[in-house]
Nanobody, 119 residues
Framework: QVQLVESGGGLVQAGGSLRLSCAAS????????MGWFRQAPGKEREFVAY????????TYTDSVKGRFTISSDNAKNTVYLQMISLKPEDTAVYYC????????????WGQGTQVTVSS
């Protein structure tokens, strides 16, 4: 069993930056694919970014390419989402998720962290 805890959310002005963290416990996530998702009010949860277990492959939804960067630190058992040039439309609850089978099926989810971008 893996427990995931997100942190780093908050209120920021448009154009600002935040770095989200996802700390894992219970098991090492070094062999897991990891993803970030978000859900805005009244909308379905959407994929944001993914990093493969080796870190060699990262993918992003089009709307965040060039602004968001996903990374991992195996020593800290933590995954990050660096967000720059934030826009009001990035406002959402952000969730991290673990993909232990490395097939982009996410078995473990965190509780989420709120990101609010003001215009």
């Amino acid at each position: 069993q893996v427990q995931l805890v997100e942190s780093g959310g908050g209120l920021v002005q448009a154009g600002g930056s935040l770095r989200l963290s996802c700390a894992a416990s219970g098991r090492s996530i070094s062999s897991y694919g990891m993803g970030w998702f978000r859900q805005a009010p009244g909308k379905e949860r959407e994929f944001v970014a993914y990093i493969s277990w080796s870190g060699a492959i990262t993918t992003y939804t089009d709307s965040v390419k060039g602004r968001f960067t996903i990374s991992s630190d195996n020593a800290k058992n933590t995954v990050y989402l660096q967000m720059i040039s934030l826009k009001p439309e990035d406002t959402a609850v952000y969730y991290c998720a673990a993909d232990p089978r490395k097939v982009r099926k996410f078995d473990y989810w965190g509780q989420g962290t709120q990101v609010t971008v003001s215009s």
